[in-house]
């Protein structure tokens, strides 16, 4: 029954970053491809209807790990606190970002919230890789199950770790990176003339940044986490989690180039799956 609770839970947070990751990609190049107030428009309207919605994953998550694994939830609500405190307080400028931009019909305070809306989806795609790279290194549990990490201490792993050292900055990085292409594949289906053609290059630049962000961390994690390579090659589901991402990667890579935008973004999504 614990395994399948686990299968569950990984499920629902991995659709939630699948879905909410395409509304912090379009966040990350709102300001590059929304050159005028119209382009951002755009933008903005292609994640309108369903960017909230989306957000209903990472509550249904977070219930799911307090009803099946409450002493898991506990551990992490507070060794994550100050984590978590920043997640929600960027949530709410993500959200006060698209719903106030537009109340006033001033240059200046569109160009403030719109600054906000960029910044807190860069920093909550960062933060949550940066959360995903320490749950692979692994956090310091005491006899009582419960954890505390400062916020860094020698900036590598070993036995007294630090929230940020080199391997969860580097997945935090990866994280952006990832979903601002992910978003990019998201905002080309939803564009036309111009402003597609300018999102499909962010796109592809996009990708040529992550592969190598992507590469680096998954290659890294037999150093910071030896106990993971084991049963790598030979059990079957991980085999199959392994190759699905690295076909959905190559998929992505030849649809993006043969223009095809909705394959492009079905492949990106299944590679954050995987």
């Not at 949550?128 to 201490?153: E, H, K, Y």
Request: with cysteine; glycine share 12%.
């Amino acid at each position: 029954m614990e395994t399948f609770w686990f299968i569950v839970i990984v499920l629902v947070l991995a659709v939630y970053v699948v879905l909410d990751g395409f509304d912090f990609g379009v966040g990350m190049i709102y300001l590059m491809v929304g050159r005028t107030d119209a382009e951002r428009g755009v933008a903005l309207q292609a994640i309108g209807p369903v960017w909230n919605g989306n957000e209903v994953w990472l509550i249904a998550g977070g219930g799911l790990l307090f009803f099946a694994f409450p002493k898991a939830y506990a551990a992490g609500f507070s060794g994550f606190y100050l984590a978590l405190i920043g997640v929600l307080w960027l949530l709410m400028f993500r959200g006060l970002a698209i719903e106030l931009r537009s109340h006033l019909d001033n240059p200046l305070w569109r160009a403030l919230w719109d600054t906000a809306f960029c910044v807190a989806s860069f920093l909550l795609a960062v933060v949550f890789g940066v959360a995903l790279g320490n749950l692979i290194r692994g956090v310091p549990l005491s006899s009582d199950g419960f954890f505390f990490a400062p916020l860094w201490t020698t900036f590598s792993p070993g036995p007294d770790p630090g929230i940020l050292d080199w391997y969860p900055v580097l997945m935090g990085a990866t994280a952006a990176a990832i979903l601002m292409v992910h978003g990019a594949n998201f905002l080309a289906m939803k564009t036309s003339g111009e402003l597609q053609g300018l999102v499909r290059r962010v796109a592809v630049t996009g990708l040529w940044v992550a592969l190598p962000f992507t590469v680096v961390a998954m290659a890294a994690i037999p150093v910071v986490q030896p106990a993971l390579q084991k049963g790598l090659g030979t059990d079957p589901v991980r085999v199959m989690f392994s190759l699905g991402g690295g076909i959905s990667l190559l998929s992505m890579m030849w649809c993006r180039w043969r223009q095809r935008d909705i394959g492009a973004f079905l492949s990106s999504a299944v590679f954050i799956l995987a």
